[in-house]
């Protein structure tokens, strides 16, 4: 799914960058050198829970700026909002509505 996404976003004109969550992936730091426009994430990220990745996101002032749009197979619109997302997505989702929400800012 990765893969795809990161093709159809490169196919928009997207710079994309990935994360392996498989791998011992300090977020805040990895957000830092990249310094991304927009950080998309799953709720669920096997070991570790986006949820709380935006926690520790949030809680860093200089990432003020940071769009975070979150998706689930659950409908955790609320909950994502409320740690600190901009925008949920709930899955499965089209293609058009993430880039929508991508291009537009709508939550």
């Given at each position: 799914m990765v893969t795809l996404l990161q093709t159809l976003l490169?196919?928009?004109?997207?710079?994309?960058?990935?994360?392996?969550?498989?791998m011992d992936v300090d977020?805040?730091?990895e957000i830092r050198s990249v310094n991304p426009d927009i950080l998309f994430m799953d709720v669920?990220?096997?070991?570790k829970s986006g949820i709380e990745i935006v926690e520790s996101?949030?809680?860093?002032?200089?990432f003020d700026d940071l769009r975070i749009i979150m998706t689930s197979?659950?409908?955790l619109r609320e909950e994502c909002l409320r740690h600190g997302a901009d925008g949920f997505l709930l899955k499965p989702f089209m293609p058009d509505d993430l880039l929508?929400?991508?291009m537009d800012g709508a939550a």
């Open positions: 490169k196919m928009e004109g997207f710079e994309v960058v990935t994360l392996d969550m498989n977020v805040p730091a669920h990220l096997g070991q996101v949030r809680i860093d002032s200089s197979g659950l409908d929508s929400m991508l």
